[in-house]
């Protein structure tokens, strides 16, 4: 069984998320994908077998399984249509049903994923407190219009407004801390955005509880990220535009389409180059 490398959410031919996908008839055994993970030593790795109509997947990081991962979603929608063809796949995660679409195109794919229903809540004041001490921000540093929230599409997230771009662009953690506060909150990524317009944002994704410091582009996460805004009637217009990876050097595009209705599903989309083995 191979490993397919593929760059999910890419800026063109450049930048992305790399993930791996194994497609095969059967799962390995729990300790053999995170044996493989750990070998492709991504931040994730998606394994898929075929069930009746679509497939069943599972999410493997280096150091633990993760119940949702968008950006090796949209690697699979990738590898799916490469394999099969343009289409809608039906995915059937650990805890939820979702849909990966997939679409060749002059050298690229694209593809778009629907998450699991989105739903956001007002993050304790103690967690806001731990987590602006885990990084050194302090609460100047926060938007007042994007206040701190805890925010689920699939995994849970912790999301933090920031005013500046300049404060996005200095974030600094220690990993063992993060993964430790992380682990205890059962926070799968701390997201931390910058609004440079309306439907425009800057965003950053530590992913320490996943043993990994960054991640470039977080699909799940800003799935969980786009229900918030209309959670608190954030003039998104029905869609907004994510830059992320930009100060880890590997520019990273999402787009997220959102419905007005509570509670709904949210199409994130972006292309995926295929990476050499």
Not at 65 to 73: D, K, L
Request: proline letters at 6%.
């Amino acid at each position: 069984m191979s490993v397919l490398r593929i760059a999910a959410f890419s800026d063109g031919n450049t930048g992305g998320n790399p993930a791996g996908v194994m497609l095969a008839d059967e799962f390995p055994g729990d300790a053999e994908m995170q044996r493989i993970a750990a070998e492709v030593g991504f931040s994730e790795t998606a394994f898929a077998v075929p069930t009746g109509a679509g497939w069943r997947v599972r999410y493997f990081s280096p150091e633990s399984e993760v119940p949702f991962c968008g950006h090796a979603t949209i690697a699979r929608g990738a590898a799916l249509a490469l394999r099969h063809g343009d289409g809608v796949f039906s995915l059937a995660l650990n805890a939820a049903e979702i849909t990966v679409e997939g679409r060749r195109s002059a050298g690229l794919v694209s593809a778009a994923l629907q998450s699991p229903p989105t739903r956001s809540m007002p993050a304790p004041a103690q967690l806001v407190s731990d987590v602006l001490a885990l990084f050194g921000y302090t609460h100047d540093d926060l938007d007042p219009a994007i206040p701190p929230a805890l925010a689920h599409g699939g995994a849970d997230h912790l999301v933090l407004g920031l005013k500046t771009r300049a404060g996005l662009a200095s974030m600094k953690y220690d990993l063992n801390a993060g993964r430790s506060l992380m682990k205890q909150e059962g926070l799968v990524t701390i997201l931390l955005a910058h609004a440079q317009a309306s439907q425009l944002f800057h965003t950053r994704n530590p992913f320490a509880f996943g043993g990994v410091y960054e991640d470039p582009a977080t699909g799940a996460a800003t799935s969980a990220f786009a229900g918030y805004p209309r959670d608190i009637g954030w003039p998104h217009g029905g869609v907004i535009d994510v830059v992320q990876g930009e100060d880890m050097g590997v520019r990273c595009r999402l787009r997220a389409e959102i419905p007005m209705s509570s509670g709904s599903s949210i199409r994130v989309s972006g292309t995926a180059r295929i990476m050499a083995s």
